[in-house]
């Protein structure tokens, strides 16, 4: 959801911080000469094995223009979103028998219904969807996730590793700033 984050306080001058329930997505369309330009971004990231972050992808200027509405942009990047995202799954299930697999949704970016139907209408057939119960706090798991990383990286420890991200040797997230 941090692409359609960004677009909604963009479009709204920050009146709006995002599409919640997913409403400005519903009410729109998808805008194909949008999709299709952020599909040749996509094109251009690095991809699997590697971790993607928003900051690899640039709002394009025609989905800021005036021309495209709040909704219509938010209904554009949730199918660019749930899209990318299955597809990043589909190429894992070519490594890995599906009855390996199962893909479990957690993070608040799965209340927004349209990410979350395109990106299940879009997974290779067969594979198993569970939906946040194994997790005592669904809405948390982003935040521990960072928080673990954390403290790996005050440690010392490696963050990223050959089988996660593709890196050579495992590797730590950066450096520590410290500000006076």
Same mark, same amino acid.
């Given at each position: 959801c941090v692409l359609i984050d960004r677009? $909604? =306080?963009? @479009? &709204? @001058? +920050?009146?709006?911080? *995002?599409? /919640?329930d997913g409403d400005f997505a519903k009410a729109g369309v998808v805008r194909d000469e949008i999709l299709a330009m952020l599909n %040749?971004?996509? %094109?251009? $990231? +690095? /991809?699997?094995p590697t971790a993607l972050d928003a900051s690899d992808y640039v709002l394009p200027d025609a989905l800021l223009?005036?021309?495209v509405s709040l909704e219509d942009g938010c209904a554009t990047l949730a199918y660019f979103t749930g899209l990318r995202?299955? /597809?990043?799954?589909?190429?894992?299930?070519? +490594?890995? &028998?599906?009855?390996q697999l199962q893909v479990l949704? $957690?993070?608040?970016?799965?209340?927004?219904p349209m990410i979350k139907e $395109? *990106?299940?209408?879009? #997974?290779?057939?067969? #594979? =198993?969807?569970?939906e946040q119960v194994v997790f005592?706090? !669904?809405q948390a798991v982003e935040a521990q996730a *960072?928080?673990? #990383?954390?403290?790996?990286?005050?440690?010392?420890?490696?963050?990223?590793?050959? +089988?996660? &991200?593709?890196?050579?040797? !495992?590797?730590?997230?950066?450096?520590?700033?410290?500000? %006076?």
């Open positions: 677009f $909604v =306080r963009v @479009k &709204t @001058k +920050q009146h709006y911080w *995002f599409d /919640q %040749a971004d996509h %094109a251009k $990231v +690095q /991809q699997w223009s005036d021309e995202m299955a /597809q990043a799954v589909n190429d894992l299930c070519i +490594q890995k &028998t599906l009855n949704l $957690v993070g608040g970016g799965w209340s927004h $395109v *990106f299940e209408s879009n #997974l290779v057939p067969g #594979l =198993r969807v569970g005592d706090d !669904p *960072f928080a673990y #990383l954390a403290v790996r990286h005050t440690l010392g420890l490696p963050l990223s590793g050959p +089988q996660t &991200t593709g890196v050579v040797e !495992p590797v730590s997230g950066g450096v520590s700033v410290v500000s %006076a």
